[in-house]
């Protein structure tokens, strides 16, 4: 009888693995949930109150199952006990950590047979923040408000520590939840988050992950020391790997690059026979959860398994946000400081075209017109507006000129000030000369639009990443 249940716990396995192994902790739940008695070793997992308004079973309103994983730099477990010392040496990090998010996946699984797309937000995007903290890098609004709510509640005359502790990172929680939810117009369904030690014990669990480096590496701050080419990383190796950005080209869009390639190496692992077929490796397993992973408290496992029997095998792809500029000068007074510049309308048409979304005005061919001296500028923004649904027209370079327009003809009044508005607010101008059709767009010298830069996502960047890939990265 046994033998005849084990096809059914591999299905589940393969079936869950595809839809979440997307993150960390997901990934885990694939392995774990070999069948459905073995999600209840997952008790112990801790939970919190981040999603508002969550059923379980519910159908998302936007057409799309919605986890948002959060990687925390915290020294402390999800419980809020200091990690050892030796483990700290190990992890090469410091005694105090800054309660920042250091990554931040949103995973998107649509209603439906259709694949898995899971994307990132680099840390240091410079966004609006919630409540009145102003804006700020996205990955402050947990540390900020938890911070705050600690200062409220002292001064509310709450003196029990626990609860201070408590209380402040939930709401640390449920602002990046958030500030995610106001960037890239998701509503998140569901929330996860591990900490430092959670890849390091996660990767021990599963016997190692191979990841492959197109050439040799080596940084003191992350304690990375990679030679080129195919290798296999568990423990301190496995932080290192998605912790390093110095010395890569595009440096924090590397490292998301990183964490990506990681993921989807972790997703073979886990979901190969080595790992599924070995009692002791899924005990280890789910162990390294209950360690280091929290949830939120609506995310109902056994029916999640349930939904994931309508997704396809198609695989699941990981990509970067689009980004307008990866320098980004953004406080005049600190001329050093540097943030990763983004653009909300482009990231939410981005996120919605995950889904199937319907595209804007599709019958609309854009010609894009670089009048600017940067470089393949024509290019990068053609393929911003193709990915948000427009028709690709003629991209040329053309004498140069200060200011950007977007042309068109009359008939086309709405598509052109929609193209105005993606492109960053530029004017726009009723013309004759434009061709039947066509909406034109003159690149001037001070642009500083979407594609400005090759960030990522639709804006130029390298490749999905997919567990079948080749996945070799800086």
Known sequence: MQQKRAPRRLGGVRILGKAVVACVA???F????????????????ERVDVIDGAKPGEQPADGSLDILLVGRDARD??????????????????????DLTDTLMVLRIPNGKKDVRAFSIPRDSYVQLPGDLGKGKINSAFGLTKLAEAGRLRKAGVTDKAKIYKDSLTAGRRATRQVVEDLTGVKIDHYAEVNLLSFYEISKAVGGVDVCLKKATKDENSGADFPAGPQTISGSEALAF????????????????????????LARSVLSQGTLANPGRLSDL?????????????????????????????GIQFDTVPVVNVDYRYNPSKPTATAVQVDPVQIKAFAAGLIGAAPATPQVAVDVLNAS??????ARVSSVLTGKGFAQGRTDNVPARRTSLVRFPADLAAAGADIAKQLGGLTTQV????????????????????????????????????????????
């Open 286 to 314: 789910i162990e390294a959860v209950k360690k280091s992973v929290v949830l939120d408290e609506s995310w109902d496992l056994l029916d999640f398994v349930r939904q994931m029997n309508g997704i396809s095998g198609g």
């Open 431 to 474: 013309s004759g000369d434009v061709p039947a059709g066509h909406v034109e767009v003159l690149l001037g010298q001070v642009y500083n639009g979407p594609g400005v830069s090759d960030g990522g996502g639709a804006a130029g960047g390298p490749p999905p990443i997919s567990p079948d890939g080749d996945n070799c990265v800086d």
């Open 30 to 45: 694939g392995a774990t949930a070999y069948g459905y008695t073995a999600l209840s070793s997952l008790d112990g997992v």
């Open 26 to 28: 997901c990934a885990v």
């Open 242 to 265: 998605v912790r390093q950005r110095d010395g890569l080209p595009r440096t924090d869009l590397d490292r998301v690059r990183r964490q990506q390639v990681f993921l989807a190496a």
């Open 77 to 98: 477990d999800q419980f809020g006990n200091p990690l050892p010392a030796e483990v700290l040496r190990e992890l090469r990090a410091g005694a105090n950590g800054d």
């Open 373 to 378: 001296p940067k470089d393949g500028l024509a």
